[in-house]
């Protein structure tokens, strides 16, 4: 279960040159606000990853207003830990529970998770805030991160393990929001 004392979250790559072709657009990208929200009520430090955003822009609006302040880290590697900004912060905020969401799935959501995976972290992908331009790709994707170790769930599924229970003030600020994912 998803502890959000220990838990990080990773934003990865939600550019709209990126997203412009990806499967299920519109929903992936509400779903990734939605659960970015509830994530930051619940004080969970959430990473804000851009790839190579001199070519590829920054992140869709949606997105950037669900991350608030949370601070851009540039990439051009695949996998997010292996740059390293990425890596000097994840060291600082000593947490050992991921959660993944962003595009491709298949490529830098992917690599991520297997670098973490292979580091001895617990992994969470979220599928339905995670995509891909083609769909056979990301249900391989999918299928290879869990295989890996990686626990493959849903927005609102982690959403309410990060919240635990109901009638706790984290419930009723977070209520409006998980009611969308």
């Known amino acids: 279960m998803i502890d959000p004392g220990t838990a ?8 709209d040159k990126i997203l412009a072709a990806v499967e299920d ?6 779903q990734a606000a939605s659960f970015i929200r509830v994530a930051r009520m619940a ?9 190579n955003p001199d070519r590829l822009g920054p992140t869709t609006d949606l997105v950037r207003e669900a991350l608030g302040d949370s601070q851009v880290y540039s990439k051009m590697t695949f996998s997010a830990l292996r740059t390293p900004e990425v890596e000097s912060a994840v060291r600082a905020l000593r947490r050992d529970q991921f959660i993944l969401l962003g595009v ?6 992917a690599q991520t998770a297997l670098d973490a995976v292979a580091m001895g972290y617990e992994v969470y992908v979220l599928q339905d805030a995670s995509s891909s331009v083609k769909a056979f ?3 391989l ?20 393990e990060m919240v635990g229970a109901a009638g706790t003030p984290l419930f009723r600020q977070a209520q409006p929001v998980l009611k969308n994912l």
């Open 8 to 15: 990080l979250v990773f934003s990865i790559d939600f550019q």
């Open 25 to 30: 657009r519109d929903e992936v990208i509400a």
């Open 137 to 139: 790709d990301r249900k």
């Open 43 to 51: 004080d969970i430090p959430v990473l804000r990853l851009e790839q």
């Open 104 to 109: 491709e799935a298949h490529i830098c959501v």
């Open 141 to 160: 994707a999918m299928e290879r991160m869990r295989q890996a170790g990686a626990v493959i769930t849903t927005a609102q599924a982690a959403a309410f």
